[in-house]
């Protein structure tokens, strides 16, 4: 069953027109993430060092920049796979 869907959304990737328009999801609460002590500290000398306003701001980027290379890295990954597929 996986393996069709797998070969459904492969064969499909490239189709815009087999899509559904995409869906923002946005929080209404933040999310509070607790860090080591050693990581905190370390995390607020390097938001000092690149003279952040603050390590909150810092972390922000820092998370922000980590998820669009993922991101990338995936659609990267998708494309091989439908060029294989191909």
């Known amino acids: 069953m ?3 869907i797998d070969e459904i959304v492969i064969a499909q990737a490239n ?3 087999a899509w559904e328009d995409p ?3 946005h ?3 933040f999310v509070t993430i607790s860090l080591p002590p ?3 500290s370390r995390a607020t ?5 690149h003279k952040v306003s ?3 701001e810092w972390l922000k980027t820092i998370i922000k920049e980590r998820i669009d290379f993922e991101e990338a890295a995936f659609a ?4 091989s796979l439908v060029a294989k597929s191909s």
């Not at 000398?45 to 060092?49: C, E, G, P």
């Not at 990267?76 to 494309?79: A, E, M, R």
């Open 2 to 4: 996986v393996e069709q």
């Open 38 to 40: 050693e990581l905190s």
């Open 54 to 56: 603050s390590v909150e």
């Open 27 to 29: 929080r209404d609460t």
């Open 76 to 79: 990267g990954l998708k494309q």
């Open 15 to 17: 189709d815009n027109t």
């Open 23 to 25: 869906i923002s999801v």
């Open 45 to 49: 000398f390097l938001a000092q060092l």
